[in-house]
């Protein structure tokens, strides 16, 4: 079996990365994690994906002159590996226009919430400010709204006595390494029967 040939973004500690990648080292996985990349230098998945053998890359966009120039640089990174589907992880980056138009419907990425409810930050607190009886997280194709596209799956949790953002959090991120791998190779899966599977083309 051919596998389609995936990238992770992340700024931080990558623990939704982990997850993905060591789903993809199963037989039957059908994407093969081939790059993990961060905006940031220090983000501690680089690390660990280095240390499972995975290649790394380390893009500042704080050294280059616009949001557009860093995902002019990103994308090319990506073409230049091959790269199928990239997968976000915790990239603190809201996409461009032009990133989108070339990766649009192979970008996914996995949201604190239950989407439609509290896209963008603090979702966390903001469950537990409005009283809710349950939070979760999203797994969805990425468009240029934030946090919007079609869903491909969806986990809930109930919100309990006494929770905190922090309490809440640490329950919804066990569900986000549940359904994030198997929402993405359903995803994969669907985009070689409709016949997307192939690399970008550079330029």
């Not at 919430?113 to 009283?131: C, F, N, Q, V, W």
Request: charged share 20%.
């Amino acid at each position: 079996m051919r596998k389609a040939r995936l990238a992770v973004l992340i700024s931080g500690r990558g623990s939704n990365m982990l997850s993905l990648a060591k789903a993809a080292q199963q037989p039957d996985y059908p994407a093969e994690l081939m790059l993990v990349a961060s905006n940031k230098a220090d983000a501690g998945g680089l690390e660990t994906a280095a240390g499972m053998g995975i290649e790394t890359l380390a893009l500042s966009h704080r050294t280059f002159p616009s949001r557009e120039a860093f995902d002019e640089a990103l994308s090319a990174e990506l073409k230049a590996r091959q790269i199928e589907v990239v997968a976000l992880a915790g990239f603190m980056r809201i996409l461009t226009p032009g990133f989108m138009r070339d990766w649009e419907g192979r970008i996914v990425n996995i949201h604190p919430s239950l989407l439609p409810k509290y896209p963008g930050l603090h979702t966390h607190e903001r469950a537990i400010e409005a009283g809710d009886a349950e939070a979760g997280c999203t797994v969805h194709v990425v468009t240029e709204l934030l946090d919007d596209g079609p869903m491909l799956a969806q986990a809930r949790v109930p919100v309990l006595p006494g929770d905190t953002p922090d309490t809440l959090a640490a329950r919804v991120l066990a569900q986000e390494h549940r359904i994030y791998p198997e929402a993405l190779a359903a995803h994969v899966r669907n985009m070689v029967a409709k016949g997307l599977a192939g690399a970008v083309k550079a330029g």
